[in-house]
């Protein structure tokens, strides 16, 4: 059974940097054709992928944030982790991770599969 | 960037009926290793989405048959029928053929 898992600091400060982490078991991040993706979205509204992070570490980030995100993994520890720097209230939003099976066996898939239940971001002065 | 248009926006429904939701997509979602990466998950509230249907028609895991989902290039729908108070939320189509990944703004299935 895949499951994931948010965490985060809750509340932060404009300026500040967001660091969020994804737990995850089920899975491993070493095994070809896996990834884990984070999307957000914000109370009421829809959903916007921001980053995703292949088992080779190849990484995709979504441009519209310019050079705010960072992502990374620690594969012994089945974690994928999440920076965005330089926040504002804009940022404020529920943050999914979700895990993407980009191919299994022959084929690709390219799909995000599994996600967690989010975690909550305010960011306020 | 692929703008992802989702209709309608709002679909009231009878339980035990059948609706469709549309999503188009500004360009063609066909890879260039010939597969389309156009995939529908559902939203309950209060919870993260659900992945239903992969690849423009193949119904995930554990996903009823009441769920359809078919399309091709640009032009995708999903189909639920015999709709049951479990399928009540909001539905996302979202493209992964081309980056940035996008997703359609959403359609609330409600009861009418």
């Known amino acids: 059974q895949v499951t994931l898992k948010e965490s985060g600091p809750g509340i932060l400060q404009p300026s500040q940097t967001l660091s969020l982490t994804c737990t995850f078991s089920?899975?491993?991040?070493?095994?070809?054709?896996?990834?884990v993706g984070w999307i957000r979205q914000p109370s009421g509204k829809g959903l916007e992928w921001l980053a995703n992070?292949?088992?080779?570490?190849?990484?995709y980030y979504n441009p519209s944030l310019k050079n705010r995100l960072t992502i990374s993994k620690d594969t012994s520890n089945n974690q994928a982790f999440l920076k965005i720097t330089n926040v504002d209230t804009a940022d404020t939003a529920t943050y999914y991770c979700a895990r993407i099976v980009v191919r299994y066996t022959t084929d690709y898939y390219y799909v995000m599969d599994a996600w967690g239940q989010g975690a909550s971001v305010t960011v306020s002065s | 960037d692929v703008l992802m248009t989702q209709t309608p926006v709002s679909l009231p429904v009878s339980l035990g009926g059948q609706v469709s939701i549309s999503c188009r997509s500004s360009q063609s979602l066909v890879h260039s290793d010939g597969n389309t990466y156009l995939h529908w998950y559902l939203q309950k509230p209060g919870q993260s989405p659900q992945l239903l249907i992969y690849r423009v028609s193949n119904r995930f895991s554990g996903v009823p048959d009441r769920f359809s989902g078919s399309g091709s290039g640009t032009d995708f729908t999903l189909k639920i029928s015999r709709v049951e108070p479990e399928d009540l939320g909001v539905y996302y189509c979202l493209q992964s053929t081309h980056f940035p990944y996008t997703f359609g703004a959403g359609t609330k299935l409600e009861l009418k």
């Open positions: 089920g899975f491993s991040l070493s095994t070809y054709g896996m990834g």
């Open positions: 992070i292949w088992w080779d570490d190849d990484k």
